[in-house]
């Protein structure tokens, strides 16, 4: 019964020294996991940031456009300008503006009927 103790122990202590040796290997390996997640992460949120970045320039630069737009039609309305490339453009605008007042006065007249 003895031998019999010593070896159950003497197979126990080599199970701990295997499981002991697997489990620091298995943390090396989750380690260097963890690393490699962190550099891909830290990867990841420069991509982010570079999107967001060039996404806040196309943005200044539609609002310039807006603004180049706008001049441009306040010095055309003055008329201040003379380019005959926007004339047609001009001529779209004007178009827009005389339906929109059309909409309006018929919106207008559906206000003003009672029932």
Avoid: C, H
């Avoid at 040796?21 to 962190?38: N, P, R, W, Y």
């Avoid at 453009?89 to 009672?114: D, T």
């Amino acid at each position: 019964m003895a031998a019999k103790k010593a070896n159950l122990q003497k197979d126990f202590t080599k199970f701990m020294d295997y499981a002991k040796d697997k489990f620091k290997i298995f943390g090396e390996e989750l380690s260097v996991l963890a690393k490699k997640s962190e550099k891909e992460i830290i990867r990841a949120s420069k991509r982010g940031k570079i999107q967001v970045d060039i996404m806040r320039l196309n943005m200044q630069k539609e609002k310039l456009y807006y603004d180049v737009g706008k001049k441009t039609s306040s010095l055309n309305a003055k008329k201040k300008l003379n380019i005959s490339e926007l004339e047609p453009y001009w001529n779209k605008i004007r178009r827009i503006e005389v339906k929109a007042r059309k909409k309006k006065m018929e919106l207008s007249a559906v206000r003003g009927k009672k029932k």
